[in-house]
C-alpha cells in the first residue's frame, strides 16, 4: 500500500522528449519583447505630441495676449507712452505673460511678449508674439469721452 502513495503524491513528469532543436517553444518571449517596444514607442511618440501641443497652445496664448495688449495701449496712446505701455503690461499680466518690448509712435503702439510654456516644452524657451494697434483709415479714433 505504501508504493501505491508514494506513487500518487509524487508529481509525474512528461515522459516526451522534445528535442533541443524543435520549434515547439521556439519563440522564447518574442511576442512579449516586441508588445513591450511597440508600446514604449507609442509611448514616446504620444509625449512627443503632447509636447508639441503645449508649445503650440503656448504660441497662441503668446499671439492673443500681445494683440490684446496692443490694442489696450493704444486706447491710451495719446496719454503718452509710459501709460500706455503700464497698460499693456497690465493686460499682458493678466494674461499670464510678460511684456519684452513697448513702443509708441504717435497713435500706433507695438508690443511684444512672451510666453513660457509649462513643463518640459520649456526647454524650447519662450513663445514670442507680437502685435501692432492704432487706428485705421484716416486716423480719426473713437471718441472715448474725454
Given at each position: 500500500m505504501?508504493?501505491?502513495?508514494?506513487?500518487?503524491?509524487r508529481p509525474r513528469r512528461?515522459?516526451?522528449?522534445?528535442?533541443?532543436?524543435?520549434t515547439v517553444c521556439a519563440d522564447g518571449g518574442f511576442a512579449t519583447v516586441w508588445a513591450a517596444?511597440?508600446?514604449?514607442?507609442?509611448?514616446?511618440?504620444?509625449?512627443?505630441?503632447?509636447?508639441?501641443?503645449?508649445?503650440?497652445?503656448?504660441?497662441?496664448?503668446?499671439?492673443?495676449?500681445?494683440d490684446l495688449a496692443a490694442l489696450a495701449g493704444a486706447?491710451?496712446?495719446l496719454d503718452g507712452e509710459p501709460l500706455a505701455c503700464e497698460r499693456?503690461?497690465?493686460?499682458?499680466d493678466r494674461m499670464s505673460a510678460e511684456l519684452v518690448a513697448c513702443d509708441v509712435r504717435g497713435w500706433e503702439v507695438?508690443?511684444?511678449?512672451?510666453?513660457?510654456?509649462?513643463?518640459?516644452?520649456?526647454?524650447?524657451g519662450p513663445a514670442m508674439g507680437a502685435a501692432r494697434a492704432?487706428?485705421?483709415g484716416n486716423g480719426q479714433t473713437v471718441d472715448l469721452g474725454r
Open positions: 505504501t508504493d501505491v502513495v508514494a506513487q500518487v503524491s512528461s515522459r516526451a522528449k522534445v528535442p533541443p532543436d524543435s517596444g511597440v508600446i514604449s514607442a507609442l509611448a514616446t511618440l504620444l509625449s512627443l505630441v503632447l509636447v508639441l501641443a503645449t508649445v503650440v497652445v503656448a504660441r497662441h496664448r503668446a499671439a492673443s495676449a500681445a486706447v491710451h496712446a499693456a503690461r497690465w493686460v499682458a507695438t508690443v511684444r511678449v512672451a510666453v513660457a510654456p509649462p513643463g518640459a516644452a520649456s526647454v524650447f492704432g487706428p485705421v
